[in-house]
């Protein structure tokens, strides 16, 4: 493009040193374009006259004289490149002596301010084009365009990886740097919000979730591993409104510089967006220039790229961050300390696997994350609670092995009076694991645990385990949502899963007439009962079909799904239902409801839905589940979905209290 008709733009830069050097640069290839003209610098200090070689002989000023600088120069754009935490008052400033701006990322340190220059472009009728670069790259809308013609399916969420070494200059190269506040105000400087803020902003590009409102909640781990306040290893997740996750994982603690990629997760493929780089799955897009598309729009009307209002998403991810806790430290024991840099081993490889899996850190077993806390079965664990009494613990990164077909579990459950019901890899079965999603069949690959059965061969060693891979969590009001790959013996995708696991409170609607003596709100010596949720929805990329060894001839053996394994220590076990008693009697039978008493607690199961007929086991072991494919494969086509609502209950229900509780926990499902 040649000259602007009208001339050059006169343009006034504030704050030349730092970032403000690539600006110059910028500067000095338009103006031999003849597109824009430097007719002002605002700065603490003078600038070199050779850093402004090819660019004239602007008037240079200091920061509180921005607008004498733009009245004198009669400026028609200000680039503001100066502290975050001095955005929102120069922006007020230059918008109101009657500039347009080119407002440095991230726009500004909080929310309010941001909404201080959103009033004042209003109030002006002046531009404001925000200094996202990647957002002017054409690589953007075609990403979107992939993702609206169906070629990668449903996009379920887009992961961001970014992974770059800075030296320990890098936090003293000013005031603010790695600072969260500076002298009270905001600065809120850091790995997310500043070297790696393009990212965020990208991937809500991406997503086309870009205004305010877009962003529904926000979950973050800020560390570092420099002894700065700001966080230099984060990790976040975002969910937007409609539904789909951006997860972000980044660090300034690696060696070397990996160019920072989104992973964009569909049903049906993933693509990947390389956006300092423009590349598409290996097309290069061209990218335009935001102050030349701001010289445009000056002289031509034409559209901004990225307008102030485009930010308004980042901004609410910025607010989160500005609103957390201070980051946490990593201790020296995870670092390399280097001479002039900290380094955080296997960081690199972390940030890929958290855009692969959409998860964070502490979901990966990251040590400094609090990945190894839980229980000495597994690395990763959380804890449910009910009216604040601790009730379960859910282990979603075990440390099985693969024969058992390791998946998430939970164990110890309790009841309200600190009785386990659950057992966790007894003598006779070591693959049972408490609660779990357990299947012998999927796909011809073993989720269950143990020996497959083999038409006339029986119980065989076949290598062919598969495992149910922790990917995210969703905070739920009593519980979460969890995403989950299930993947065979060569790490294969099989399926996928969405389950939701809740635990509530559920007192008992009316007096018991049973040998507990229960009545009331009271059950047992536990004072309450209390209920389990679990739901899933498995989806399958091609259709297969789901096995119980009984499909393969042997009798009885229907068992997979949902499966609840009880303590064989516990007395008087019986199991029955609103029909019949006695583990001959309900094995295998259809009914709405089930209940596993004992002298010392009762549990009762609902399902929800479909009914499935019940696996049994009494006399052998304690062990309840609904069973997917009893006597015959179910064929899955695309999804599959199933939900048990468990009601855990003190002392020993009778049959009339049971269906009471089964009645109460249907009605409040």
Not at 150 to 161: D, F, S
Not at 618 to 632: I, K, M, Q, S, T
């Given at each position: 493009?040649?000259?602007?008709?009208?001339?050059?733009?006169?343009?006034?830069?504030?704050?030349?040193?730092?970032?403000?050097?690539?600006?110059?640069?910028?500067?000095?290839?338009?103006?031999?374009?003849?597109?824009?003209?430097?007719?002002?610098?605002?700065?603490?200090?003078?600038?070199?006259?050779?850093?402004?070689?090819?660019?004239?002989?602007?008037?240079?000023?200091?920061?509180?004289?921005?607008?004498?600088?733009?009245?004198?120069?009669?400026?028609?754009?200000?680039?503001?490149?100066?502290?975050?935490?001095?955005?929102?008052?120069?922006?007020?400033?230059?918008?109101?002596?009657?500039?347009?701006?080119?407002?440095?990322?991230?726009?500004?340190?909080?929310?309010?301010?941001?909404?201080?220059?959103?009033?004042?472009?209003?109030?002006?009728?002046?531009?404001?084009?925000?200094?996202?670069?990647?957002?002017?790259?054409?690589?953007?809308?075609?990403?979107?365009?992939?993702?609206?013609?169906?070629?990668?399916?449903?996009?379920?969420?887009?992961?961001?990886?970014?992974?770059?070494?800075?030296?320990?200059?890098?936090?003293?190269?000013?005031?603010?740097?790695?600072?969260?506040?500076?002298?009270?105000?905001?600065?809120?400087?850091?790995?997310?919000?500043?070297?790696?803020?393009?990212?965020?902003?990208?991937?809500?590009?991406?997503?086309?979730?870009?205004?305010?409102?877009?962003?529904?909640?926000?979950?973050?781990?800020?560390?570092?591993?420099?002894?700065?306040?700001?966080?230099?290893?984060?990790?976040?997740?975002?969910?937007?409104?409609?539904?789909?996750?951006?997860?972000?994982?980044?660090?300034?603690?690696?060696?070397?510089?990996?160019?920072?990629?989104?992973?964009?997760?569909?049903?049906?493929?993933?693509?990947?967006?390389?956006?300092?780089?423009?590349?598409?799955?290996?097309?290069?897009?061209?990218?335009?220039?935001?102050?030349?598309?701001?010289?445009?729009?000056?002289?031509?009307?034409?559209?901004?790229?990225?307008?102030?209002?485009?930010?308004?998403?980042?901004?609410?991810?910025?607010?989160?961050?500005?609103?957390?806790?201070?980051?946490?430290?990593?201790?020296?024991?995870?670092?390399?300390?280097?001479?002039?840099?900290?380094?955080?081993?296997?960081?690199?490889?972390?940030?890929?696997?958290?855009?692969?899996?959409?998860?964070?850190?502490?979901?990966?077993?990251?040590?400094?994350?609090?990945?190894?806390?839980?229980?000495?079965?597994?690395?990763?664990?959380?804890?449910?609670?009910?009216?604040?009494?601790?009730?379960?613990?859910?282990?979603?990164?075990?440390?099985?092995?693969?024969?058992?077909?390791?998946?998430?579990?939970?164990?110890?459950?309790?009841?309200?009076?600190?009785?386990?019901?659950?057992?966790?890899?007894?003598?006779?079965?070591?693959?049972?694991?408490?609660?779990?999603?357990?299947?012998?069949?999927?796909?011809?690959?073993?989720?269950?645990?143990?020996?497959?059965?083999?038409?006339?061969?029986?119980?065989?060693?076949?290598?062919?385990?598969?495992?149910?891979?922790?990917?995210?969590?969703?905070?739920l009001g009593s519980g979460f949502a969890e995403e989950l790959t299930w993947l065979g013996p060569g790490g294969e995708t099989v399926a996928r899963e969405r389950r939701t696991v809740l635990a509530e409170a559920l007192p008992s609607s009316g007096p018991s007439s049973g040998p507990s003596g229960a009545s009331g709100d009271v059950l047992g010596a536990g004072g309450g009962a209390w209920t389990l949720d679990f739901a899933f929805t498995l989806t399958v990329r091609e259709p297969l079909e789901i096995k119980s060894s009984a499909c393969k001839g042997r009798p009885g053996a229907g068992y997979g799904g949902f499966f609840w394994r009880a303590p064989k220590s516990a007395p008087d076990i019986s199991v029955f239902t609103?029909?019949?008693?006695?583990?001959?009697?309900?094995?295998?039978?259809?009914?709405?409801?089930?209940?596993?008493?004992?002298?010392?607690?009762?549990?009762?199961?609902?399902?929800?839905?479909?009914?499935?007929?019940?696996?049994?086991?009494?006399?052998?072991?304690?062990?309840?589940?609904?069973?997917?494919?009893?006597?015959?494969?179910?064929?899955?086509?695309?999804?599959?979905?199933?939900?048990?609502?468990?009601?855990?209950?003190?002392?020993?229900?009778?049959?009339?209290?049971?269906?009471?509780?089964?009645?109460?926990?249907?009605?409040?499902?």
């Amino acid at each position: 493009m040649g000259e602007l008709n009208g001339g050059p733009v006169r343009v006034v830069l504030a704050g030349a040193y730092g970032h403000g050097r690539s600006h110059l640069e910028n500067l000095r290839d338009l103006t031999g374009r003849g597109l824009v003209e430097l007719v002002g610098v605002c700065d603490v200090r003078p600038v070199e006259a050779e850093w402004l070689h090819g660019l004239g002989t602007p008037e240079q000023a200091r920061p509180d004289d921005l607008a004498g600088l733009i009245g004198r120069t009669g400026a028609e754009v200000t680039i503001l490149c100066t502290p975050i935490d001095t955005h929102a008052e120069l922006a007020v400033t230059a918008l109101r002596a009657g500039s347009h701006l080119l407002l440095e990322k991230p726009p500004a340190a909080s929310l309010a301010d941001f909404e201080r220059i959103a009033a004042a472009v209003e109030e002006t009728g002046l531009a404001c084009q925000v200094g996202f670069q990647s957002l002017g790259s054409a690589a953007i809308p075609a990403a979107r365009k992939l993702i609206a013609s169906g070629e990668l399916g449903a996009i379920r969420g887009i992961g961001v990886a970014g992974a770059w070494e800075r030296p320990a200059e890098y936090f003293t190269r000013s005031p603010w740097a790695g600072r969260r506040r500076l002298n009270g105000r905001d600065v809120v400087d850091g790995a997310l919000t500043n070297p790696f803020a393009h990212a965020t902003a990208t991937a809500l590009a991406v997503a086309g979730a870009e205004e305010r409102g877009a962003i529904t909640s926000v979950e973050l781990e800020l560390f570092h591993a420099n002894p700065i306040e700001s966080d230099d290893t984060s990790a976040a997740r975002i969910r937007l409104a409609d539904g789909r996750v951006i997860t972000v994982a980044v660090t300034l603690c690696t060696t070397g510089r990996n160019e920072p990629y989104l992973l964009l997760h569909g049903s049906a493929g993933t693509a990947r967006l390389t956006y300092t780089t423009d590349d598409l799955d290996g097309t290069v897009h061209p990218r335009a220039n935001l102050l030349q598309n701001l010289a445009e729009h000056v002289r031509t009307g034409a559209d901004l790229l990225v307008p102030l209002a485009r930010t308004g998403a980042f901004m609410e991810f910025m607010e989160a961050v500005r609103l957390a806790p201070d980051p946490l430290p990593i201790a020296d024991e995870h670092q390399t300390i280097h001479p002039d840099r900290r380094e955080l081993p296997g960081i690199k490889e972390l940030t890929d696997t958290s855009a692969e899996r959409l998860a964070l850190f502490s979901e990966l077993g990251a040590a400094w994350a609090g990945g190894s806390a839980g229980t000495a079965a597994g690395r990763g664990a959380r804890e449910l609670r009910v009216a604040g009494t601790p009730v379960a613990s859910y282990v979603w990164e075990p440390d099985l092995p693969a024969s058992d077909s390791p998946r998430p579990y939970l164990h110890p459950v309790r009841t309200l009076g600190g009785v386990e019901v659950t057992e966790h890899r007894p003598d006779d079965h070591v693959h049972h694991l408490g609660v779990s999603l357990a299947i012998s069949d999927v796909g011809a690959v073993n989720f269950w645990g143990g020996r497959t059965f083999v038409r006339d061969r029986g119980p065989s060693w076949l290598g062919d385990h598969g495992r149910q891979r922790h990917d995210a969590f969703e905070e739920l009001g009593s519980g979460f949502a969890e995403e989950l790959t299930w993947l065979g013996p060569g790490g294969e995708t099989v399926a996928r899963e969405r389950r939701t696991v809740l635990a509530e409170a559920l007192p008992s609607s009316g007096p018991s007439s049973g040998p507990s003596g229960a009545s009331g709100d009271v059950l047992g010596a536990g004072g309450g009962a209390w209920t389990l949720d679990f739901a899933f929805t498995l989806t399958v990329r091609e259709p297969l079909e789901i096995k119980s060894s009984a499909c393969k001839g042997r009798p009885g053996a229907g068992y997979g799904g949902f499966f609840w394994r009880a303590p064989k220590s516990a007395p008087d076990i019986s199991v029955f239902t609103g029909e019949a008693e006695g583990e001959q009697a309900v094995h295998g039978s259809v009914t709405l409801w089930l209940a596993l008493v004992s002298g010392a607690w009762s549990l009762v199961f609902v399902q929800l839905g479909h009914a499935d007929p019940w696996f049994v086991r009494v006399a052998e072991y304690p062990g309840v589940g609904p069973a997917l494919a009893w006597d015959r494969p179910l064929a899955v086509a695309d999804t599959l979905s199933r939900r048990v609502v468990t009601v855990v209950a003190d002392g020993r229900l009778d049959r009339a209290a049971a269906e009471r509780l089964a009645e109460a926990a249907r009605a409040r499902a």
